[in-house]
């Protein structure tokens, strides 16, 4: 069958989301069953998307944890703590990539330049950069302790100094050792709560892994581009420089160097007022039956133009807009269904309460919310039990809450 060189709008929906390993069923919702999805299973879908990005904020449970759940159903959370923190013979590891990421440990040679260019103080943030410069004997320092004492937290440090105002309120401590870790000097040998705890790469990952030879800078970044046009699907210059945030520049050049080798083929989208890029390989499933609660940090969705040209949703993270601005929540999931993401639900485990509190619950323009209610409800239960909750509650308003709360069963307030 010949490529072809344009794709409508749901040819591209359809693409996007069979790239980023959603199951394409709406009644088959896991790769395997509940109680047999297996560390192979998680490690090769982590290996489809690339990596996996890390967020702090616990109100219903930690990001990462969220992709795996979307994809796979319910497992075992301890697996990717063990994937990611299991000694030596660990599967992922720790570093930027989209932001704090968790990353297939086969892939560490990848980013090798950027660890060089944060040694140099190149790419970094400019004040973390500027205090590697002013303060390289104190750095050090601290990389030395790691050496004697590592695994440790910044907080263990013998100098740690103390937390303030300003910049993220980090201490000279957390400052030194999140440079090390840019440039490479240290990783994350586990954590701590979420406490990152530091040592040695070398007592931390694989033999082989650290045997690798580090690849040019170019090829590196070729490669990256190649696992993001993988993970992807359709994506413009932009969608793939993001996925591991690499600079403009750079991204430009290998780009057109994978054109001109025939690993990326240039599309048109219907609608999207840019060239797109696919890989060679390009299949267009027939249809897209999915359901999904995503993470709002989701690998799917976490560019934000991206996923307004294809899914005609404008999501945007409320966390750090005040209370009274927000207009769909705190921590807010949108509901893929099908091919298409058709509501938005700000959820909170009430984990004393043993229930997963509902907060606000939209429907899309697009969307009735007697068509979808019935689906979000199972994919909330399969969620509180997951979580080990016992119930689900709708406590707060928007249009799609009377009707979940009617389809969940409960006395439900909105």
């Given amino acids: 069958m010949p490529r072809p060189d344009s794709l409508s709008l749901r040819e591209a929906r359809r693409v996007a989301i069979a790239a980023q390993g959603f199951p394409n069923s709406a009644t088959a919702t896991t790769e395997a069953a509940a109680d047999t999805v297996e560390a192979r299973h998680a490690r090769r879908l982590i290996g489809r998307l690339g990596l996996v990005q890390i967020d702090s904020v616990n109100v219903l449970v930690r990001s990462h944890y969220l992709p795996l759940f979307s994809r796979l159903g319910p497992y075992e959370a ?56 002013e303060r390289r004997p104190y750095i050090e320092s601290v990389l030395a302790e790691v050496a004697s004492r590592g695994p440790m937290g910044a907080s263990e440090l013998s100098e740690a100094g103390r937390g303030a105002g300003g910049w993220w309120g980090w201490s000279d401590g957390k400052r030194a050792l999140e440079y090390l870790f840019w440039a490479g000097l240290v990783t994350t040998a586990g954590r701590r709560g979420f406490e990152r705890l530091y040592d040695l790469p070398e007592r931390v990952l694989p033999a082989a892994v650290l045997d690798t030879p580090t690849p040019e800078e170019a090829e590196a970044q070729r490669a990256l581009l190649r696992i993001a046009a993988r993970a992807h699907g ?37 609608g999207w007022d840019r060239i797109a890029y696919v890989t060679p390989d390009l299949r267009i499933p027939r249809k897209a039956a999915s359901r999904a609660l995503l993470s ?90 997951w979580l080990g909750l016992e119930r689900v509650t709708v406590v707060g308003a928007g249009d799609l809450a009377p009707a979940l709360a009617g389809v969940l069963g409960e006395a439900q307030a909105y």
């Fill in 78 to 133: 301890a697996l990717l703590d063990r994937l990611a923190y299991g000694g030596r013979r660990r599967a992922l590891f720790e570093y930027w990539g989209h932001e704090a990421s968790l990353i297939p440990v086969e892939q560490q040679p990848l980013f090798r330049w950027r660890m060089a260019r944060a040694e140099r103080g190149e790419g970094t943030y400019g004040e973390l950069a500027r205090f590697a410069v």
């Fill in 234 to 270: 359709v994506a413009t210059e932009r969608d793939l420089r993001d996925y591991h945030r690499l600079d403009v520049a750079d991204a430009r050049l290998r780009i057109a160097e994978l054109v001109e080798a025939g690993e990326l083929l240039p599309v048109t989208v219907e």
């Fill in 296 to 385: 709002p940090f989701d690998s799917l969705i976490w560019e934000r133009q991206r996923t307004e040209r294809l899914f005609g949703a404008r999501i945007r993270l409320e966390i750090y807009t005040p209370a009274h601005k927000r207009e769909h929540g705190y921590y807010v999931l949108p509901f893929l269904m099908d091919e298409r993401i058709a509501a938005r639900v700000d959820l909170k485990s009430d984990r004393k309460a043993g229930t997963l509190l509902v907060q606000t619950a939209h429907a899309e323009p697009h969307a009735q919310p007697g068509t979808i209610a019935p689906a979000l409800a199972a994919e909330l239960r399969r969620l509180a039990g």
